[in-house]
């Protein structure tokens, strides 16, 4: 619905999973250098070419980051919390309670599902039994396991829900149609409601006809 036209766009395939070792360094953590920060017309966030080894590939930017800066990837969880460095890739269970956090998987290994948007973060609020509850950008709180990949810091593009789309045509660019006549009344179903936040969602010993 209010899907069409829009300017021809270029889409880069991003790699949500974070934590993809190379051969025969399955032990080492992943040290990655970033080469450029730029815009994507197929998402509200920017995204970064980072390489390191034999590859380059794209992942979403966060706030700070810029070309040149060095970016960690690490799948050990130790007795002690890791020091938070923006940009940074942990499990959950690795970092301090209060961390910002963005690019959230939901099942070990799947890649990023939650948190990607322009601007927005999650808060590691605790952690329980090997398994750890983070609160979305939304207010909503999930449960995921510890091991769960996250990278440290906001989302890139943080001024992006303050642009000024300025007239109509600026949306038929970004391919997004007007509504119909019929849905521009001023009913009640339009606009922000106030509701109690749902009960915290945990993605914690589905059945595994839910993970796929």
């Known amino acids: 619905r209010r899907i069409g036209g829009g300017h021809k766009q270029r889409y880069r395939m991003i790699d949500f999973q974070r934590l993809r070792y190379e051969a025969g360094k399955e032990q080492q953590p992943i040290e990655e250098k970033v080469m450029e920060v730029r815009y994507d017309p197929c998402r509200s966030a920017d995204i970064a070419l980072v390489a390191g080894g034999s590859r380059k590939r794209w992942i979403i930017a966060t ?17 002690m919390a890791v020091l938070a460095k923006e940009g940074d890739s942990h499990p959950l269970g690795a970092l301090p309670v209060g961390t910002l956090v963005n690019n959230l998987e939901l099942f070990p290994g799947k890649g990023a599902q939650y948190i990607r948007a322009a601007g927005t973060c999650g808060v590691l609020l605790r952690k329980v039994n090997g398994t ?22 906001r989302v890139s593009n943080v001024e992006h829900n303050k642009r000024v789309i300025g007239k109509a045509g600026r949306n038929r660019w970004l391919g997004i149609r007007p ?9 009640g179903w339009a606009g922000r409601k106030i509701r ?7 993605f914690v010993n589905l059945p595994s006809a839910a993970k796929a």
């Open 132 to 153: 750890a509850i983070v609160q979305l950008p939304s207010k909503h709180q999930i449960q995921v396991l510890e091991t769960c990949m996250v990278t440290v810091g």
């Open 196 to 202: 109690p936040l749902p009960p915290m969602k945990s």
């Open 179 to 187: 509504s119909s006549g019929l849905w521009q009344r001023k009913g």
């Open 63 to 79: 706030e700070n980051m810029e070309a040149g800066d060095l970016i960690r990837t690490s799948g050990a969880i130790g007795r």
